[in-house]
């Protein structure tokens, strides 16, 4: 049987650090609201010059150095993002120009925080079908560049960056078990950017009315997430033929900590289990959980042979999951 194994991973964040008290301006000791609201510290910020793609390109190389691959030797590659560089060309092609995968076809897709595991389903699929062999996957987002700073409910959540996975074909017993993804397109206003297409063009009414910013319900997501969940941790465990509580390892989608202390405790799975980074990148939207996958992967903590579930949530509204052996 192919199977999709992890070649190589990369992770980038931009160099500019903005820490809770950034947002004093909002609300009074930004720290401590921010921090025991959501577990954030702090959070990177793209420079004004950095666009997606260049989070996304740097995350790529990582990815290509750690696996040893040539660029040239890359199938295909899908970044996945909903803040694309611009609406048209696809952020991918610029990214592969810039990495020299002249061979690769490229194209972007959007299941907004669900954009990377979505992006992992599409990968597999095409190494399984037997017509590719290595896939460049990147999770990238800049949402500093869409946030509404004047938002105390959503300007704080958000840190931009990108996470690289390398899939190739393989049959060793390793990489990617079952992976699944659903969407409830009835949920779709929870979570907009109003005014960003062909609906309601960008417009000087509209960036007035800061329609061209991001939009999000915050208790209504937290409800749809807490929900969404326990159900993806039961129904892959249950497809991979594994307990829960066998899995070594879960990368949440980095969105706030009371989620996840809430999921720890309604499936009994330690908290040690979740491995976060959102107290220092904040939610990097979809490449948050490429960037903690990288993280882990680079110091350690994800060994060899272990079960590892990645999952995500968001827009749309869409979840999904993926259970892999590392």
């Known amino acids: 049987m192919i ?6 991973t990369g992770g980038y964040v931009p160099a500019r650090v903005v820490p809770n008290a950034y947002f004093n301006y909002l609300v009074d000791d930004a720290d ?6 959501t577990g954030i510290r702090e ?8 666009a997606t793609s260049d989070l996304a390109t740097s995350a ?12 040239i030797d890359i199938d295909c590659i899908i970044v996945a993002t909903s803040t694309p560089d611009m609406i048209l060309p696809a952020t991918a092609c610029m990214v592969q ?7 690769a076809f490229a194209f972007d897709m959007n299941a907004v925080c669900s954009s990377y595991i979505y992006g992992m389903e599409m990968a597999d699929n095409l190494i399984r079908s037997g017509k590719y062999k290595k896939v460049l996957l990147i999770g990238a987002d800049t949402y500093s560049k ?27 017993g390793k990489g990617i078990l079952h992976s699944m993804m659903q969407s409830d397109g009835s949920g779709w206003e929870l979570i907009q950017v109003p005014s960003s297409g062909s609906r309601k063009p960008v417009s000087a009414e509209s960036i007035a009315a800061k329609e061209n910013t991001f939009k999000m319900a915050g208790k209504s997501v937290f409800t749809f997430a807490v929900d969404v969940i326990p159900r993806i941790i039961t129904d892959l465990a249950e497809r991979g033929g594994v307990r829960p509580e066998e899995i070594d390892h879960i990368i949440p989608h980095q969105a706030n900590v009371r989620i996840i202390d809430f999921i720890s405790k309604k499936t009994g ?31 350690g903590k994800i060994k060899p042979g272990e079960l590892v579930l990645m999952m995500g949530f968001g827009g749309g509204l869409s979840w999904g999951g993926v259970l892999l052996k590392a």
């Open 3 to 8: 199977r999709s194994e992890i070649l190589g």
């Open 32 to 37: 401590h609201w921010i921090h025991s609201r």
């Open 43 to 50: 959070r990177r910020f793209s420079a004004a010059e950095e």
């Open 60 to 71: 790529a190389l990582l990815a290509l150095e750690n696996a040893g691959v040539d660029p």
């Open 97 to 103: 120009k810039n990495i020299g995968a002249a061979r």
């Open 146 to 172: 869409i946030l509404d700073f004047d938002d105390r409910g959503t300007a704080p959540l958000f840190g931009d960056g990108a996470g690289a996975v390398i899939l190739g074909a393989g049959g060793s």
């Open 269 to 299: 799975i330690p908290k040690e289990k979740f491995l976060l980074n959102l107290d220092r990148y904040g939610n990097t939207a979809a490449g948050s959980v490429g960037l903690a996958l990288d993280e882990n992967r680079r110091n």
